[in-house]
């Protein structure tokens, strides 16, 4: 092409960073999750009351000074909850969805790259089986033999995410396997591993990461689900989902108490989409005109 | 006063300009040949006719089908001129009819939507008109589902429901390029007396001249959204008054210049009665599962600095010898020899054997990963040398070199793949070939995909690359006029044999199976097209 050859071999690399810091939606969305994660953080440090303290003269206030959003039914301070909540809800999230992926990705590459063999087969069978039970009953058995605990919800929302990636990536990965350009990989001698990780992977990376923001918001929600049925996070330690579940009764009484953890899971959720999406197109030359 | 009258056409896509006033006219049982290269607006031309445009185009100018304004038409009139005054024929059957319909059905389709008639007499007439695309009913059944056609009965079924309803109008837009030879030359008989009996006009989108040359009338030859030339066929060929129109025909027959002296010396690939079975499922649950023999029995050796051709229809095992040669696929028996060395069938060929050996893909399009920087790309063989692969500057040193090898410029090696055209991608593909210094390389119908006048260019880089550095080519193609312009040898590949092998011009000037005859009549050729018009 007749494009002159901007300053590029410079900076090659490096550049991946520019494109990120002129990308708006990744900005936005990496401030808004950075916030939470702040938050997250500082719960561990500080919170203005304690989180399960109880003041029952003052139960079911409205936002004010002394309470920024207000107090729950027992006179607890909605915002040390929701602070402490927002490391209980984004650490299950997370980590369960770190594990759908660090088990399910290398699962269905190995599927994808040995597709038709026995190996997938299986890999893909067993995936099913785990498919067929829904998170919560995998929570309630593990629940009935470990007790109930947000490592437990972790581990059971954890194990409902591998199927879901392990099917994803190796379906993405099956129509890459048949492209030309993975064909001049293994005329240049690659074997299946090296391809699937320099190859294939870079290329359903957008996939991925659509999936991983989604997998994420149904892991808060599912986290909610599990606290609710009593087999998260136990009291009195607060998490998002079971604020929200336990507000329901008092909607009308005192709406706050529902709306302020639902926003926070929209807002963090709505932070980690935009970065997704951002991050999708970074990562895309084709999308990326900072660098042509 | 023509059928179809198209004057001042322009149409633009958003900011984009894509057609900058056109003029096209058509008469009633006559075929226009619309010629072009990608991206000179023919296409775009078609769609505006039956306005089925992109969103956000916006079409001006007038377009008169007999005396009729169509873009002054309601969308709801124009679905009712769409397939019972227009019809379409499009370039890739299979993904022009819907797999989850018989063709029956299909067919019938395009006739009860228009009201013509009842579910039961749509299907009784979309019966008679398959039988008219020379589909009868008692050899192909009308519940059968396109899956369970081959390539061009399936275009004659896409014919079929465009004809229908006696179209006035019949917009063939490249519907021979997907299909083989002669496959392609039985479509054209067809379109040709559809044509005569129902006298309806005809425009032929199509990049080959040669298919213009003995099929239309008039011709029309596009270039960047403008209609450079035009004219009845025979003098617009004849006098060739465009510089454009000539640069197309020249490029079309264009024969690289070739150094004869040069093939000889040690084989640099012997193939010594290989067989490539495949297993096919069984018919029965518990049955023996099947076989199917895609390469059978085939021997042939290449020598250093000779090109040889590999020619045959789809199917006919050529894919899969030159994959077997390239040790993706393990073959059943017999021997591959590179350079002496031998592959072993069941775990592939060792580095070594595989340095000296690379390939062009077909498309140009899709055998770059879009993530990676042409640097990256193109030193992917450098795996193959292991810790000998090349570092630092030594590393720049080559890219840059087989960069300049192929005519880009050291700086591309920055860029992304997208960047590029067509032709530019598979100078790329040749600069990832060559960079490993490899006696062989075995280009996979690499020019196919390319506009002929780029098709002229690489062809002459191939020359020119072979003569310099000694290369031998195994050069597969279904197009035979290439076949011809560049290879010292030829070998005609059929159900997995070899049926025909020789000297390239030998082979070309007196075939002897009448395989290889058939392929050669099938095959458009310009000049004996230009000669039978006179």
């Known amino acids: 092409m007749s494009l002159p050859a901007i300053a590029s071999p410079t900076l090659p690399r490096g550049t991946l960073l520019n494109a990120a810091l002129r990308s708006p939606s990744f900005l936005a969305g990496a401030a808004i999750t950075a916030l939470f994660l702040l938050v997250a953080v500082v719960s561990f440090v500080w919170t203005p009351y304690g989180y399960a303290t109880q003041d029952i003269p003052n139960k079911l206030k409205g936002l004010s000074l002394a309470h920024w959003f207000g107090t729950d039914q027992y006179g607890r301070d909605v915002f040390s909850m929701i602070l402490v909540g ?52 995998i929570a309630v058995l593990i629940t009935a033999v470990f007790g109930p605990s947000a490592t437990n919800a972790i581990i059971a929302i954890g194990i409902f995410n591998i199927p879901v990636f392990a099917r994803l990536i190796r379906a993405a990965a099956l129509s890459l396997w048949t492209r030309d350009f993975i064909l001049a990989a293994r005329v240049a001698g690659k074997g299946p591993a090296r391809i699937s990780v320099e190859h294939i992977l870079p290329n359903i990376l957008n996939t991925l990461v659509v999936q991983i923001t989604i997998q994420f918001s149904l892991g808060i929600l599912a986290e909610a689900a599990l606290a609710y049925v009593g087999l998260g996070a136990q009291p009195p330690t607060p998490s998002w989902g079971k604020m929200l579940a336990d507000s329901q009764t008092l909607i009308s009484l005192a709406p706050h108490l529902a709306l302020i953890p639902g926003l926070c899971i929209v807002f963090t959720v709505l932070g980690l989409n935009l970065m997704g999406d951002g991050l999708r197109d970074i990562f895309d030359p084709r999308l990326s005109r900072s660098r042509q | ?97 819907d797999p989850l319909k018989t063709i029956g059905n299909q067919v019938a389709e395009t006739i009860w939507v228009h009201g013509q008639a009842s579910r039961r007499e749509a299907l009784a007439e979309a019966d008679r008109v398959l039988e008219r695309v ?46 083989d030879v002669t496959t392609q030359a039985r479509i054209i008989e067809l379109l040709n007396r559809l044509v005569n009996e129902d006298g309806m006009g005809m425009i032929f989108i199509t990049h080959d001249l040669a298919v213009v040359a003995g099929l239309a009338d008039q011709v029309a ?39 004869p002296s040069l093939p000889g010396g040690p084989p640099v690939l012997t193939v010594e009665n290989v067989v490539r079975d495949y297993r096919t499922p069984p018919k029965r649950l518990f049955g023996k599962p099947g076989a199917f023999r895609a390469v059978d029995g085939v021997s042939f050796r290449i020598e250093r600095g000779e090109n040889v051709g590999l020619v045959g229809e789809s199917g006919s095992g050529k894919s899969t010898l030159a994959r077997a040669v390239m040790a993706l696929e393990a073959v059943q028996s017999g021997t591959i020899t590179i350079d002496g060395q031998k592959l072993d069938p069941r775990d592939g060929a060792s580095f ?47 890219i840059a070199k087989s960069l300049e090898t192929v ?73 035979l006029s290439v076949v011809r312009s560049i290879t010292d040898r030829v070998l005609v590949m059929k159900s997995g044999k070899i049926v025909e092998s020789g000297a390239t011009e030998e082979v070309f000037r007196n075939p002897q199976h009448p395989y290889t005859q058939e392929l050669l009549a099938a095959t458009p050729h310009l000049e004996r097209a230009l000669a039978a018009r006179s």
Do not use: W
């Open chain 1, 86 to 137: 927002a490391r209980t809800s984004i650490a299950v999230a997370l980590i369960a969805v770190g594990v759908g992926i660090g088990i399910g990705v290398p699962l269905g590459l190995t599927a994808a790259a040995r597709r038709g063999s026995l190996l997938d087969e299986v890999i893909m069978r067993l995936n099913d089986l785990v498919f067929a039970f829904p998170a919560l009953l």
């Open chain 2, 1 to 97: 006063m023509s059928l179809l009258e198209v004057k001042g056409l322009q149409l633009a896509i958003g900011d984009v300009k894509i057609l900058r006033g056109i003029d096209l006219a058509v008469d009633a049982g006559q075929v226009l040949g619309i010629i072009g290269e990608s991206g000179s607006g023919k296409s775009m031309s078609a769609l505006s006719i039956m306005r089925l445009l992109p969103t956000g185009a916006h079409a001006t100018g007038s377009i008169r089908l007999a005396g009729d304004e169509l873009l002054q038409k309601s969308e709801r009139d124009m679905c009712g001129v769409r397939g019972k005054d227009i019809g379409m024929v499009f370039q890739e059957p299979m993904t022009a009819l």
């Open chain 2, 134 to 179: 020379g589909l009868p009913a008692d050899l192909f059944p009308r519940d059968r589902f396109p899956h369970e056609l081959s390539g061009g009965q399936r275009q004659r079924v896409v014919i079929a429901s465009a004809i229908a309803l006696r179209p006035k109008l019949l917009i063939a837009d490249e519907p021979t390029t997907a299909l």
């Open chain 2, 221 to 259: 030859v596009m270039r960047y959204g403008e209609v450079f030339e035009a004219g009845p066929t025979g003098e617009v060929f004849r006098t060739l008054a465009h510089p454009y129109t000539r640069a197309l025909f020249e490029a079309s027959s264009h024969v690289p210049k070739r150094d």
């Open chain 2, 352 to 398: 070594a054997t595989r340095r000296k050996l690379q390939v062009v893909f077909q498309d140009p399009y899709g055998s770059f990963d879009p993530r990676q920087r042409v640097d990256t790309l193109i030193t992917e063989p450098f795996h193959l040398l292991g810790a000998d692969a090349p570092h630092g500057a030594e590393r720049q040193a080559r």
């Open chain 2, 407 to 479: 005519g880009l410029e050291a700086s591309d090696a920055e860029k992304y793949i997208h960047e590029f055209s067509g032709g530019q991608r598979q100078r790329l593909a040749i600069a990832r070939a060559l960079i490993i210094e490899p006696s062989l390389i075995i280009l996979d119908e690499a020019v196919s995909a390319l506009d002929v006048s780029i098709r002229a260019q690489i062809l002459d880089l191939l020359a020119e690359l072979s003569d310099r550095l000694g290369l031998s080519y195994l050069f597969i193609s279904h197009d």
